[in-house]
Structure formats: C-alpha cells, structure tokens
C-alpha cells in the first residue's frame, strides 16, 4: 500500500516562489508514474507535471518555464519547485502516483496554494 502526503503550500504574492513536497510511504519504485495535478475552485484537476513510466518529464503549457519536478528516489520524496507564480496558480495541489501491481491510481490529501495579486 502506497500513501503520498504533500506539504509546502501556503500563501504567497504574486512573482514570488514556493516549493511542494510529496512524501511517498512504500517504495517510490512501485510507482510508474509519479507527479503533480491540481484543482482550481469551480475547475475540474488538471495536470501540472508528470513523470512517465519512459523515463521522461511533462510540464503542461501553463506552467512550464515555471515550474520544476524533481524527485529523489533514496528519501522517497517527489518536489515541486514553482517559481514566477502567477495569481491563477491558486489551486490546491494534489501528488499522483500510478501503481503498476496492481494498476492503481494514488493521490494525496492536497496542499493549498495561494497566490496573492
């Protein structure tokens, strides 16, 4: 059983610079895919950043250039490193994890991010 438990999120101004974390309990390698969704009020959760089972990283349009996936395998964390926010970054952000035995998507409880104007 695999439990993700994001932290980090808070408020900030606008240009200003935040970085999530995601604990993963269980190993981190059991998960092909691993990455960051988010929801915006009133909004259905969208992608944010992913890595895939390839091997490869995905940043959606919205905020790439901006924001930074990373991960370390040897603590179990994945982070996410936002840089430039902008006022509709405010969402809450949810950790993704797709389990491979058995196939199984993982989320976490979400963190809060709130960008000032």
């Known amino acids: 059983q695999v439990q993700l438990v994001e932290s980090g999120g808070g408020l900030v101004q606008a240009g200003g610079s935040l970085r999530l974390s995601c604990a993963v309990s269980?190993?981190?390698?059991?998960?092909?895919?691993m990455g960051w969704y988010r929801e915006a009020p009133g909004k259905q959760r969208e992608l944010v950043a992913l890595?895939?089972?390839?091997?490869?990283?995905k940043y959606e349009d919205y905020v790439k250039g901006r924001f930074s996936i990373s991960r370390d395998n040897a603590k179990n964390m994945v982070y996410l490193q936002m840089n430039s926010l902008k006022a509709e970054d405010t969402a809450v952000y949810y950790c993704?994890?797709?389990?491979?035995?058995?196939?199984?998507?993982?989320w976490g409880q979400g963190t809060q991010l709130t960008v000032s104007s």
């Open positions: 269980g190993s981190i390698l059991s998960l092909c895919d």
């Open positions: 890595f895939t089972s390839s091997g490869s990283t």
């Open positions: 993704y994890g797709k389990g491979l035995y058995p196939v199984y998507d993982y």
